[in-house]
Nanobody, 124 residues
Framework: VQLQASGGGLVQAGGSLRLSCAAS????????MAWFHQAPGKKREFVAA????????YYADSVKGRFTISRDNAKNTVDLQLNSLKSEDTAVYYC??????????????????WGQGTLVTVSS
């Protein structure tokens, strides 16, 4: 399975973006899917994750109430809706996947599959 992230761009503070991660080469219905972000000079950090069924989203405290993760197993995609963006949300956003029946993981090391990243820049 390969992952391809898209949807990044430049947006003003308070604005919105929708990121999408498309999987190819196999179905991701049995995978935990997640988004991480990495700001310049910082470690890659967990943003949100969702179980294979789509019933168990989990968010980092910093994005709770502003970001929404969703998935469409029929289309083999997972999206991240980013609302009320702040300058500190500026980062490269990566989608990740791990074959598991668990609800979610929050550590980089727990995911085997990664997309190439898409840049989100929030101007203040």
């Amino acid at each position: 399975v390969q992952l391809q992230a898209s949807g990044g761009g430049l947006v003003q503070a308070g604005g919105s973006l929708r990121l999408s991660c498309a999987a190819s080469g196999g179905t991701v219905s049995g995978y935990v899917m997640a988004w991480f972000h990495q700001a310049p000079g910082k470690k890659r950090e967990f943003v949100a994750a969702i179980s294979g069924s789509g019933r168990n989203p989990y968010y980092a405290d910093s994005v709770k109430g502003r970001f929404t993760i969703s998935r469409d197993n029929a289309k083999n995609t997972v999206d991240l809706q980013l609302n009320s963006l702040k300058s500190e949300d500026t980062a490269v956003y990566y989608c990740a996947a791990e074959y598991s029946a668990r609800a979610w993981y929050t550590s980089v090391s727990q995911y085997d599959l990664w997309g190439q990243g898409t840049l989100v820049t929030v101007s203040s």
